[in-house]
């Protein structure tokens, strides 16, 4: 598993530096050891950031292009906030080091 | 009759009154997770002492199917426990104490079923998330450690199976600490990690939700966090302080903890302040607790309460089978068998 969120993670980089969308052969062949990778394998990665949201996809030909569609600034945020709002939740979903003192 | 009476009675003793005196008493500052065991030790003998109460209630309308097939032992206690409870009232009482039983069961393990899955789900959003946006660091201890790159400070785990989780930390973060409390604060997530602090958190926290009315478990939902807080401070200054032969000492690393405490609760700029009152209020107290030397329970002490944590599990169980005890000692038993 930690080896296809590294996948993610260079997928997502490539996405996010293209100013265009990207089929995934154009990622596979961006990808730094691309040569080295499985088509098939690629293709999961992206569809199952398609499944989670990460990214948009739409028909160009015969195949799929993708482009992300959030920043990676949006994602951040997003986690961030989230991360902090659970500061004190029953769940236990998450734990902190130590919540913030409301300003005087 | 009694019996269930009895049951019901330190329910709501336990229940209503215990909580105010033990999330007041200092001792538990001393030995958090010792404390935390009491907390969930006396939980646990409030829910058993109802639900066993509900069952002794419905014991006599029971069908004797349910009691036969038993050895000769045991046969004889469910006779003796009948002859005991059945007073012609509390047949009318037979239903009711089984719904009560099942009802008092069946809240707990959906309330704590429902909380589990929402754990899961934000957990699952948050792994899937850090996997694109944040940056995986090498950790020193083999644990998942994830940058995020973000000017608030935050530093947080996410439990993961068997002890091993993820820790995520801010840029904002990295940059207000000291390379010293940088170590601390990691070591204390890592404690988060590997005592399974989420899963006691969650018992109590699922008792309040299930039957939040009941002083005792709200009390205990409030009161546990800041122990296990404090559980996983002790055990940072223990671990980070074993571990690079440091030269400073006990007060030494009590210090620093207290410093990275404060460096991190007090920076800005502070998030919203309601939804974090709970888990900032932690840090007025650890701070406090830092600032004195520790000061370890004697084995007095220590032992009270391990009797007084097996009596709140064992009691309750031991008060419904007090009848079918008796029984077991017949010569000297009341309960004529003919």
Redesign the interface.
Same mark, same amino acid.
């Given at each position: 598993m930690?080896k296809l969120?590294?996948l993610? +993670?260079l997928v997502?980089e490539q996405l996010w530096s293209s100013s265009e969308p990207l089929s995934v052969r154009q990622v596979l062949v961006a990808l730094p050891d691309g040569r080295n990778r499985a088509y098939t394998t690629v293709m999961t990665v992206m569809d199952n950031?398609f499944q989670?949201g990460?990214v948009a996809r739409e028909r160009a030909g015969r195949a799929y292009v993708y482009r992300p569609s959030q920043s990676?600034a949006e994602?951040?945020?997003?986690?961030?906030e989230?991360?902090?709002?659970?500061?004190?939740?029953?769940? +236990? +979903?998450?734990?902190?080091?130590?919540?913030?003192?409301?300003?005087p | 009759m009694t019996t269930p009476l009895l049951l019901f009675g330190i329910a709501a003793l336990v229940g209503g009154l215990v909580g105010y005196p033990l999330s007041r008493a200092q001792w538990t500052r001393q030995a958090p997770r010792l404390a935390v065991a009491l907390w969930h030790a006396l939980c646990f003998g409030v829910v058993s002492s109802v639900v066993l109460g509900g069952m002794a209630l419905a014991l006599p309308a029971l069908p004797s199917v349910v009691t036969g097939g038993l050895s000769d032992f045991l046969a004889r206690c469910a006779i003796a426990l009948r002859a005991e409870l059945a007073a012609p009232q509390s047949l009318l009482l037979a239903v009711p104490g089984l719904l009560l039983a099942l009802t008092t069961i069946g809240r707990v393990v959906v309330a704590g079923a429902t909380t589990s899955r929402e754990a899961r789900r934000v957990r699952r959003g948050q792994l899937d998330r850090l996997a694109v946006a944040g940056r995986r660091l090498r950790g020193d201890h083999g644990e998942a450690l994830v940058l995020l790159m973000d000017d608030r400070p935050a530093a947080y785990c996410l439990p993961g199976r068997r002890g091993r989780g993820t820790i995520v930390i801010s840029s904002g973060s990295l940059d207000l600490l000291a390379d010293d409390q940088l170590r601390l604060v990691l070591a204390h997530e890592r404690a988060h990690l590997r005592q399974r602090h989420h899963v006691a958190a969650r018992v109590s926290g699922t008792l309040s939700d299930a039957f939040g009315w009941v002083p005792l478990f709200r009390l205990a939902a409030r009161e546990i966090p800041v122990l296990l807080e404090m559980a996983a401070d002790d055990q940072a200054m223990h671990t980070t302080g074993v571990g690079n032969g440091c030269e400073v000492g006990r007060s030494g690393a009590r210090r620093r903890m207290a410093h990275a405490l404060l460096t991190l609760a007090t920076a800005r700029p502070a998030s919203p302040a309601g939804a974090l009152a709970a888990a900032g209020g932690s840090a007025v107290a650890r701070v406090r607790r830092l600032s004195e030397p520790r000061l370890p329970l004697g084995p007095a002490r220590v032992s009270l309460l391990g009797v007084g944590i097996l009596l709140a599990l064992a009691g309750p169980l031991l008060v419904a089978s007090s009848p079918a005890l008796c029984a077991a000692a017949m010569e000297f038993c009341p309960f004529a068998f003919s």
């Open positions: 930690r969120g590294d993610e +993670a997502m950031l989670k990460f990676r994602h951040t945020a997003e986690v961030m989230e991360a902090l709002s659970l500061g004190g939740d029953r769940g +236990a +979903a998450l734990l902190h080091f130590v919540g913030q003192l409301a300003p | -």
